[in-house]
T-cell receptor, first 112, second 112 residues
């Protein structure tokens, strides 16, 4: 059964820092991996989707990488801003399943 | 604007009552999903549907029911058999079972 973990559980950084959020999964037979952002009391906002054949995806200040063989993905946020404060979740889809397995999330606080 | 609409935003249920949460999408997506989010437990899949008039149980389907009579709509009923229904409920959709997923803004259900 696929299990997804995220480290750290919480992170607090000063504005302007570059930071890395980690996502690990136990079964490397994935179809894709998606990173989301969730603000308190809100739904999930899609940030980046990486297909299993890809190594990375970029959108603005965000860059996500995928290493299937080691079961890891990282989300890199450049020049962090207070508006980046949120919980970041990763989710993986298996090759033979239709549904995401979510990690518990990393709660990020960017201090002005 | 295209998107996923969940209603109501807040819902209160008395003991023994059934309540129905609405999820509508105008993205022309085939697949729709219901997740439950509890503090410290991440997102867990309740039900999903790949096509109209077909749906499958997820990991925690007991005490819930769904229907998929139209492509745009996937309502979730929380029945009196669900012993601990207080949670944040999230609806999602995707173009196909393995494509990028998009989420609604959620419904917070509280038992009073």
């Amino acid at each position: 059964k696929q299990e997804v973990t995220q480290i750290p559980a919480a992170l607090s950084v000063p504005e302007g820092e570059n930071l890395v959020l980690n996502c690990s999964f136990t079964d490397s037979a994935i179809y894709n991996l998606q990173w989301f952002r969730q603000d308190p009391g809100k739904g999930l906002t899609s940030l980046l989707l990486i297909q299993s054949s890809q190594r990375e995806q970029t959108s603005g200040r965000l860059n996500a990488s995928l290493d299937k063989s080691s079961g890891r993905s990282t989300l890199y946020i450049a020049a962090s801003q207070p508006g980046d404060s949120a919980t970041y979740l990763c989710a993986v889809r298996g090759n033979y399943g239709q549904n995401f397995v979510f990690g518990p999330g990393t709660r990020l606080s960017v201090l002005p | 604007d295209g998107g996923i609409t969940q209603s109501p935003k807040y819902l209160f249920r008395k003991e023994g009552q059934n309540v129905t949460l609405s999820c509508e999408q105008n993205l022309n997506h085939d697949a729709m999903y219901w997740y439950r989010q509890d503090p410290g437990q991440g997102l867990r899949l309740i039900y999903y549907s790949q096509i109209v008039n077909d749906f499958q149980k997820g990991d925690i389907a007991e005490g819930y029911s769904v229907s998929r009579e139209k492509k745009e709509s996937f309502p979730l009923t929380v029945t009196s058999a669900q012993k601990n229904p207080t949670a944040f409920y999230l609806c999602a959709s995707s173009m196909a079972g393995t494509a990028e997923a998009f989420f609604g803004q959620g419904t917070r259900l509280t038992v009073v």
